[in-house]
């Protein structure tokens, strides 16, 4: 039975959170709109229609989490800052309600000697500043360095370990390309700019960090798939080069200077000329202390000429009847293994974390109880992938659990279970799953 020990006594053990998901009070207490809450509002585009204006309540409830995140054994907290609730329109004036709020869980934290770990941006971007272009405009990049200046003076004595992004490409991609997620824009005349922005973002986060927090330990995340051919074709091949463009290497390049992969694919080389994207190479570097790698599954591809741009299709676990999760993420830990490979290869990256991973599956609440029997299995084949890595000595220095508690699973609502504790929604009881306990032995040995 592999347990934490096995990965020696350096390695950091935590779980993750993002604001949207789990916070609520979504319109109280001087927060101001997020474009999650306009989008879920109006898209019709979640499933059930559910609406993370109350989520799992953690704004109230931030004392009875942690002490469960303690209870579990976790070393570190990884918990978002949502923009709009201390800068109610993104930029100029503060909320002191919601600076005390993240003062008041990360004091909480301190004194049950658990490490907080913020993320600067997971994905609730004002709506003040959507309705200026968002992502998409140039005035956001001002509009992002003089949130995090604020949140590093704010904080910045306290909370040491930072990510500036997560997921770029997620985000970027699903909001700003095909509409699914908020903003709910489309095409690549909003993708590209949306790219370019995030990828400044990125390092201008970084750089304002290293000069405003004293030993700060600076990193960003990518979300990360092994992108695999779905037969040796010429054609399908290529297909997995583009895609591997677009899901791996668009946001880690950029941030070692080394530009867009625009030698991989013309459609970037195409974006880099009507973008002058070079011109700011220079500028969308940064020296990482280390990478957040966030990986749950990986992508099987095929050639497929309908499909605009990337002309690439996925052939789904399902169809090739591979275990799979209640999201259809193909379960397959010698994937995850060769995708923290793929990424350590850049000579740059020093240190990685992973950052996020779990799994959804249909639990149900039986006599009290939450048998999740896959969700073990599937921690127990990816944590030996990594142990196996680790042991290859490849820099893997912490692993944090995709998450705490069911939560606002963004356009699936509350229909995709991914905690370590189950969510009533109706009644907000938390239950500890039997995945739950399953960590707290892991980590305990
Ligand atoms: C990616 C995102 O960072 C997180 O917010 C999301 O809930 C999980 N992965 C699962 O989809």
Same mark, same amino acid.
């Given at each position: 039975?592999?347990?934490?020990?096995?990965?020696?006594?350096?390695?950091?053990?935590?779980?993750?959170?993002?604001?949207?998901?789990?916070?609520?009070?979504?319109?109280?207490?001087?927060?101001?709109?997020?474009?999650?809450? @306009?989008?879920?509002?109006?898209?019709?585009?979640?499933?059930?229609?559910?609406?993370?204006?109350?989520?799992?309540?953690?704004?109230?409830?931030?004392?009875?989490?942690?002490?469960?995140?303690?209870?579990?054994?976790?070393?570190?907290?990884?918990?978002?800052?949502?923009?709009?609730?201390?800068?109610?329109?993104?930029?100029?004036?503060?909320?002191?309600?919601?600076?005390?709020?993240?003062?008041?869980?990360?004091?909480?934290?301190?004194?049950?000697?658990?490490?907080?770990?913020?993320?600067?941006?997971?994905?609730?971007?004002?709506?003040?500043?959507?309705?200026?272009?968002?992502?998409?405009?140039?005035?956001?990049?001002?509009?992002?360095?003089?949130?995090?200046?604020?949140?590093?003076?704010?904080?910045?004595?306290?909370?040491?370990?930072?990510?500036?992004?997560?997921?770029?490409?997620?985000?970027?991609?699903?909001?700003?390309?095909?509409?699914?997620?908020?903003?709910?824009?489309?095409?690549?005349?909003?993708?590209?700019?949306?790219?370019?922005?995030?990828?400044?973002?990125?390092?201008?986060?970084?750089?304002?960090?290293?000069?405003?927090?004293?030993?700060?330990?600076?990193?960003?995340?990518?979300?990360?798939?092994?992108?695999?051919?779905? @037969?040796?074709?010429?054609?399908?091949?290529?297909?997995?080069?583009?895609?591997?463009?677009?899901?791996?290497?668009?946001?880690?390049?950029?941030?070692?200077?080394?530009?867009?992969?625009?030698?991989?694919?013309?459609?970037?080389?195409?974006?880099?000329?009507?973008?002058?994207?070079?011109?700011?190479?220079?500028?969308?570097?940064?020296?990482?202390?280390?990478?957040?790698?966030?990986?749950?599954?990986?992508?099987?591809?095929?050639?497929?000429?309908?499909?605009?741009?990337?002309?690439?299709?996925?052939?789904?676990?399902?169809?090739?009847?591979?275990?799979?999760?209640?999201?259809?993420?193909?379960?397959?830990?010698?994937?995850?293994?060769?995708?923290?490979?793929?990424?350590?290869?850049?000579?740059?990256?020093?240190?990685?974390?992973?950052?996020?991973?779990?799994?959804?599956?249909?639990?149900?609440?039986?006599?009290?109880?939450?048998?999740?029997?896959?969700?073990?299995?599937?921690?127990?084949?990816?944590?030996?992938?990594?142990?196996?890595?680790?042991?290859?000595?490849?820099?893997? @220095?912490?692993?944090?659990?995709? @998450?705490?508690?069911?939560?606002?699973?963004?356009?699936?609502?509350?229909?995709?279970?991914?905690?370590?504790?189950?969510?009533?929604?109706?009644?907000?009881?938390?239950?500890?799953?039997?995945?739950?306990?399953?960590?707290?032995?892991?980590?305990?040995?």
């Amino acid at each position: 039975m592999i347990k934490a020990s096995d990965f020696g006594p350096n390695f950091t053990w935590g779980v993750a959170t993002a604001a949207p998901q789990i916070e609520g009070a979504a319109s109280q207490y001087g927060k101001g709109p997020s474009i999650w809450d @306009t989008f879920a509002s109006r898209s019709g585009k979640i499933k059930n229609n559910h609406q993370p204006d109350r989520a799992c309540d953690f704004y109230h409830r931030y004392r009875e989490d942690l002490a469960l995140v303690k209870l579990l054994g976790f070393k570190v907290f990884r918990f978002s800052i949502a923009w709009s609730r201390i800068l109610p329109n993104g930029i100029g004036a503060t909320n002191q309600q919601g600076i005390s709020f993240y003062h008041q869980v990360i004091d909480e934290c301190l004194a049950l000697q658990i490490t907080p770990y913020i993320t600067l941006y997971h994905w609730d971007l004002p709506q003040a500043l959507e309705n200026d272009g968002g992502w998409t405009s140039f005035s956001i990049n001002a509009a992002f360095n003089a949130f995090v200046k604020l949140c590093a003076l704010e904080y910045g004595d306290k909370v040491k370990n930072w990510l500036i992004l997560n997921e770029p490409f997620g985000f970027t991609s699903l909001g700003y390309m095909l509409g699914v997620h908020a903003p709910g824009k489309t095409g690549l005349s909003n993708f590209f700019p949306a790219v370019l922005h995030t990828a400044l973002a990125q390092a201008d986060g970084g750089h304002i960090l290293r000069s405003e927090v004293k030993n700060a330990n600076i990193g960003t995340t990518y979300s990360c798939s092994e992108i695999l051919p779905y @037969t040796q074709s010429d054609n399908d091949l290529l297909a997995a080069k583009r895609v591997d463009c677009l899901m791996n290497r668009l946001f880690v390049e950029p941030a070692q200077g080394l530009g867009f992969p625009t030698a991989d694919w013309e459609m970037l080389e195409k974006f880099q000329m009507e973008y002058g994207t070079w011109r700011f190479n220079n500028r969308m570097k940064f020296d990482f202390d280390f990478i957040g790698l966030q990986s749950y599954f990986p992508l099987t591809v095929k050639y497929n000429p309908f499909i605009p741009v990337i002309q690439a299709w996925e052939v789904k676990a399902k169809s090739r009847k591979k275990p799979h999760t209640a999201m259809g993420w193909e379960v397959n830990a010698d994937s995850f293994y060769n995708i923290i490979k793929q990424f350590s290869s850049y000579p740059q990256v020093k240190n990685i974390v992973i950052t996020e991973n779990g799994a959804a599956y249909r639990d149900h609440l039986a006599t009290g109880n939450v048998v999740d029997a896959e969700r073990i299995k599937y921690f127990e084949l990816y944590l030996a992938a990594l142990l196996k890595v680790k042991n290859e000595g490849i820099n893997v @220095t912490g692993y944090m659990v995709w @998450t705490l508690m069911d939560n606002f699973e963004w356009a699936e609502g509350y229909n995709a279970r991914f905690g370590l504790i189950h969510t009533d929604f109706a009644t907000l009881k938390r239950t500890i799953k039997y995945s739950g306990y399953w960590w707290q032995e892991f980590l305990r040995a």
